[in-house]
């Protein structure tokens, strides 16, 4: 799948955070988009993730023209192709560490339901092991960072949208998450971050350089 920004423009409040971005996120790449704090990383992840309709230009979507997608079209994207990591991590603390990384219980109770040696094997990955049955509340903001990764991991879509992946990570964990990222896109995936991180943009395959104002 490829993911492509065709002179796109954004304009928050009055404010344009970007202006006529032109980019491709290939399959088996990492994209990473970088700059300074406010000049709209996060905000062209967004749009490229199609979760910000953009004031002007296009987002093609393996070449199709998404501009006059409903909401039913982009939901249908996030949940057969997409998987995004956010900074907000997007945990719900009052479940089990291993129903936030399948999203999905039984009908009758709090029983995770799902494949269990996959949740085990990317818990293991991302430096979680043997955490899935404590409850994610007890997780620190490092965790659930990396929770976020093992959700994108098991979820195992063509696209994703890493939003500071490796943001209030140890220098271990940070080098994980990155060698993870990595290699989710050899194996044919596209992956696009938004990062200040000097070794996450030096790993990626492009880098798209955002500048305030």
């Not at 900074?87 to 990384?101: K, T």
């Not at 007890?138 to 949208?161: C, H, M, N, P, Q």
């Not at 890493?162 to 271990?172: F, K, N, R, V």
Request: with cysteine; aromatic share 4%.
């Amino acid at each position: 799948m490829r993911i492509e920004a065709e002179n796109v423009t954004m304009v928050i409040d009055g404010r344009t955070i970007i202006d006529g971005a032109n980019l491709v996120c290939a399959p088996g790449t990492v994209t990473a988009l970088v700059g300074p704090s406010g000049a709209g990383k996060t905000t062209l992840l967004n749009v490229l993730g199609l979760l910000l309709r953009p004031t002007s230009g296009r987002v093609l979507v393996d070449g199709v023209d998404t501009t006059g997608w409903g909401p039913r079209q982009r939901r249908r994207f996030w949940k057969d192709h997409a998987a995004f990591i956010l900074q907000d991590y997007g945990v719900i603390e009052e479940e089990s560490v291993a129903f936030n990384v399948t999203m999905t219980s039984s009908l009758f109770g709090s029983r995770v339901v799902g494949d269990h040696q996959r949740v085990k094997a990317v818990l293991e990955a991302t430096g979680l092991g043997g955490r899935g049955r404590g409850g994610a509340v007890r997780l620190s903001g490092g965790e659930k960072r990396r929770l976020a990764v093992a959700r994108a991991l098991y979820k195992d879509a063509g696209v994703i949208f890493a939003d500071e992946p490796t943001a209030s990570l140890d220098d271990e964990n940070r080098a994980r998450v990155i060698d993870l990222l990595v290699s989710l896109a050899r194996e044919g995936r596209v992956v696009v971050v938004a990062t200040h991180d000097a070794d996450m943009a030096h790993a990626s395959d492009s880098q798209y350089m955002l500048t305030r104002g």
